[in-house]
């Protein structure tokens, strides 16, 4: 079989023009009596989600549910956020076992698991919860603060991606809806990624902007050569990741696509940061120790703590 060609323009795409912003577009919620979001065991009849969640300002994903419970509780010291005496943060979607989510104040905190499929349900029932609770989707803002390999970066730059793209550079997530293949496209907001990179120079943090690109696998969808399966050599390899890198991918991860298109959807402004935890172009494997990978992986953390406590005016 030949390989797509990936020297195309179709990456150099001039980003669409976002839509109003709107958290949802369907006009069929609107005769919902009741609306279950299911995987985060909330709903609109049990729960007063206007009360709950009216205050969100800043809505932060990442992929595993430690890491963002630890970030909520750093958020919790960096916002000085003062609890009841006796109380701690707790996660509120503690009913469902997929995903968990903590509130901080104006801060959400949530973790939406490994790839598109799991990032696109949880994204849905955000997008509704905040919709349901009346917050303004022109003033809340979404991060993703993940990880990623890069591609001839060093080990624990963070990337601030100003757009996503498939495995074959194209910048729209593909969805199969109706027996119809339908494009979104996936671009960020310039305007934030600016803002971002100042934080991050402001606070010492090593981060570039590029493209990210979104792959649906780890292994072979990365080209990896150390999966369970491979039927390519080490030149094809390194022919296609020089080949991207030279189109300006600086690092490659699993939900960047869905999280920009969907963002972009609903014209919600959105930015993805994650840290690269090894050169690509120098291997596969990621055998740095724990306690090294652990602190890389405060570092988009700690970019988007800054840029909050900024907005909030909170000074140390
Ligand atoms: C980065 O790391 C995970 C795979 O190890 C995946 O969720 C991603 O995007
Ligand atoms: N996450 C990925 O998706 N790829 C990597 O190489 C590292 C982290």
């Not at 109003?20 to 609107?30: E, H, T």
């Amino acid at each position: 079989m030949e390989p797509i060609n990936i020297d195309n323009d179709i990456i150099n795409m001039e980003p669409p023009p976002s839509p109003k912003p709107s958290f949802v577009r369907n006009a069929n919620l609107a005769n919902m009596k009741e609306d279950y979001l299911y995987h985060l065991a909330l709903d609109s009849k049990n729960h007063d989600l206007r009360d709950m969640f009216k205050d969100v300002k800043f809505v932060c994903f990442g992929g595993s549910p430690s890491r963002m419970k630890a970030f909520a509780f750093y958020m919790k010291d960096q916002l000085k956020y003062k609890m009841i005496a006796g109380q701690t943060l707790e996660n509120i979607s503690k009913g469902s076992d997929r995903y968990v989510l903590y509130k901080v104040g104006p801060v959400l905190s949530v973790s939406h698991g490994m790839g598109i499929p799991s990032l696109s349900i949880l994204i849905h029932e955000i997008l509704k919860l905040l919709n349901h609770a009346g917050c303004d989707p022109d003033s809340v803002v979404f991060f993703r603060l993940g990880t990623s390999g890069g591609l001839g970066l060093e080990p624990g730059t963070v990337v601030i991606s100003e757009a996503a793209v498939d495995g074959i550079l194209r910048p729209y997530m593909e969805v199969a809806t109706l027996g119809m293949i339908i494009q979104y496209p996936a671009f960020l907001c310039p305007e934030l990624n600016k803002e971002l990179l100042d934080t991050a120079k402001s606070i010492g943090c090593q981060s570039v902007l590029g493209k990210t690109m979104c792959t649906y696998d780890f292994y072979e969808g990365q080209a990896r050569l150390d999966g369970a399966f491979c039927d390519y050599t080490e030149e094809d390899k390194m022919n296609f990741l020089k080949r991207a890198h030279a189109r300006g991918i600086a690092n490659i991860e699993m939900e960047s696509l869905c999280f920009a298109a969907m963002c972009h959807r609903a014209g919600v402004k959105s930015a993805v940061l994650c840290v690269t935890l090894l050169n690509r172009l120098e291997g596969d494997q990621i055998s740095t120790p724990h306690d090294v990978m652990e602190e890389w992986q405060c570092r988009p953390q700690r970019i988007v703590a800054a840029f909050i406590k900024q907005k909030l005016g909170i000074t140390d």
